[in-house]
């Protein structure tokens, strides 16, 4: 896939916020704190990175922290994977696009995903499979720091670690908050950068809103051949909303009309 330049997707990123923000408004439920932290991720990853061909060769992304799958969708219509319109019917009765990401309803996702510490283990399976089949395509795969209190990753790592899954990313969200509360006064991951080289990956830490930085790490897989690649991404729950970043509350908090004003003119601002 061709490089996007930074404005593109910077430019990119506010459009899919803002339809973030109308659809969560709309339908009155969603996590958009989460959403918004993920945002740069995942428009960087499917407007610059991956490969989203027909062919069984594509690339795998996994949004392990599926209660942001508004972003996701809004992302997926944004590089023509979904029809816009589909957005309007979120949370409906019958609708494909449910409050987490299923695989069954969507052709472009890859993994139902919910039941948080489930993604990478899926990921894994994915990359096997790639290095079986002795094909490039990469799987990537976004888990939310909270999530890696599940020891499931890190079961996950060890087995991606020993195989040499090279063609394997993993991408964390490290908003520093969970539901609730700030994620180091629930389990504290520090110093995660060393725990995961620890356990056998290659670890780049990144700005996870400058879109240039992220897709020059991404890009550049594998950094180190043999090893699967950690990219922990530093965000901000709710960027680039004043009142909503580094809030818990924002976690599945839905803005109140006055709220949902203030939020779009900060979103067409940034």
Avoid: C
Wanted: glycine fraction near 10%; aromatic fraction near 4%.
């Amino acid at each position: 896939m061709p490089a996007a330049s930074a404005d593109e997707l910077a430019a990119a990123a506010r459009r899919v916020r803002l339809r973030d923000l109308d659809i969560v408004s709309n339908a009155g439920m969603g996590h958009i704190g989460g959403e918004f932290s993920v945002t740069d991720i995942l428009v960087t990853l499917y407007l610059a990175v991956v490969d989203q061909g027909d062919g069984s060769e594509r690339d795998h992304v996994v949004l392990s922290k599926g209660h942001a799958a508004v972003a996701l969708y809004a992302t997926l219509a944004e590089a023509g994977l979904l029809p816009e319109g589909d957005l309007d019917s979120f949370a409906q009765p019958d609708s494909a696009l449910n409050g987490h990401p299923a695989r069954t309803k969507l052709d472009a996702v890859e993994a139902s995903t919910g039941p948080l510490g489930h993604g990478l283990p899926i990921g894994v399976g994915m990359a096997i499979a790639a290095a079986l089949d002795n094909s490039p395509r990469r799987t990537f795969v976004i888990v939310g720091d909270g999530e890696l209190q599940e020891g499931s990753n890190w079961e996950a790592m060890m087995i991606a670690a020993h195989r040499g899954l090279d063609r394997l990313v993993l991408i964390v969200d490290r908003n520093g908050l969970q539901q609730g509360a700030p994620v180091a006064e629930t389990s504290d991951l520090e110093p995660l950068a060393d725990k995961l080289r620890a356990f056998g990956w290659a670890v780049r830490e990144v700005d996870g809103h400058d879109h240039g930085a992220l897709q020059e790490a991404l890009q550049s897989i594998p950094w180190e051949p043999g090893r699967p690649s950690a990219v922990i991404a530093r965000t901000h729950k709710g960027h680039p909303v004043s009142f909503m970043s580094d809030v818990a509350a924002w976690h599945h908090r839905v803005p109140t009309a006055d709220e949902a004003a203030l939020a779009r003119a900060e979103v067409e601002a940034s």
